[in-house]
């Protein structure tokens, strides 16, 4: 996996965010295991509950074109801090790749690389479902 890449790609993406109320924007660009990039970028909404993350973005664009294994997502928000996913991605994530890498980055010379296990433990999966003792009798 190119790490430079993925972070330069969450960089340019992070030029298109649609931040007219936060003034922050964040930029993501996700690898999946087919070796494709989806980018995104976080878009508000003045109704600010509609607002989407930059991550979430990426994540939709890639399902919605048939992608759901993923290897790694980069994320670039603020430049001099790293910026974390929020709960809502990570929990996203989770449901389609529990094993996947996430980047968080200041720039491409300033990153942090975790699990998904790392920043979401004890999570919630589609495998608790499975498993739900509700379903059995
Ligand atoms: N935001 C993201 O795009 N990703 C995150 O993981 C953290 C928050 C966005 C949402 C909103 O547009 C702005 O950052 C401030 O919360």
């Known amino acids: 996996m190119n790490i430079d890449e993925l972070i330069k790609k969450a960089l340019e993406a992070q030029k298109q965010a649609y931040v007219p109320y936060s003034r922050f924007p964040v930029g993501a660009a996700l690898l999946t295991k087919s070796g494709k990039i ?4 976080n878009i508000e909404n003045a109704s600010f509950g509609a607002t989407n993350c930059a ?7 890639a399902v ?20 974390a996913p929020c709960g809502i991605c990570r929990q996203v994530f ?5 094993d996947m890498k996430v980047i968080i980055a200041k720039n491409e010379n300033e990153y942090k690389e975790y699990t998904l ?17 509700s379903k059995e009798g």
């Open 64 to 83: 919605s074109e048939g992608e759901k294994a993923f290897e790694a997502i980069a994320v670039v928000g603020d430049p001099k801090a790293f910026t």
């Open 94 to 98: 989770v449901e389609f790749s529990t």
């Open 117 to 133: 296990e790392q920043v979401l433990p004890l999570s919630f999966t589609p495998k608790d479902l499975e498993e739900s003792s």
């Open 55 to 61: 991550e979430r973005t990426a994540i939709f664009k």
């Open 38 to 41: 989806y980018t995104g970028c």
